[in-house]
Nanobody
Framework: QVQLVESGGGLVQPGGSLRLSCAASGNIFSIYAMDWYRQAPGKQRELVAAITSGGSTNYADSVKGRFTISRDNAKNTVYLQMNSLKPEDTAVYYC???????????????WGQGTQVTVSS
């Protein structure tokens, strides 16, 4: 079994910052890509940012220049630094990781439980 646990969400005023964390634990041999998605009420889940095991990153156009994704491979943890937050960033944020499981050496995608980010004055 593999678990992804997110933290760092909350309520912040427009223009403020938050840092999300997502720690993976369990039967992990290695992790390929780690991603952050978000889902706002009434909308589809969308990719916010992605990072490969080598550190290459990709961002949604809506967050470029404001959000930064990073990871600590030794801790199996991915971070999302969110600056200059806007009300339209309000959503539940989910992390996703492509994990090579120790027992089977198969690659499986796992999701965290989500953390709420609310940007409001």
């Amino acid at each position: 079994q593999v678990q992804l646990v997110e933290s760092g969400g909350g309520l912040v005023q427009p223009g403020g910052s938050l840092r999300l964390s997502c720690a993976a634990s369990g039967n992990i041999f290695s992790i390929y890509a780690m991603d952050w998605y978000r889902q706002a009420p009434g909308k589809q889940r969308e990719l916010v940012a992605a990072i490969t095991s080598g550190g290459s990153t990709n961002y949604a156009d809506s967050v470029k220049g404001r959000f930064t994704i990073s990871r600590d491979n030794a801790k199996n943890t991915v971070y999302l630094q969110m600056n200059s937050l806007k009300p339209e960033d309000t959503a539940v944020y989910y992390c996703n990781a492509d994990v090579v499981v120790i027992t089977t050496k198969r690659t499986i995608g796992y999701w965290g439980q989500g953390t709420q980010v609310t940007v409001s004055s």
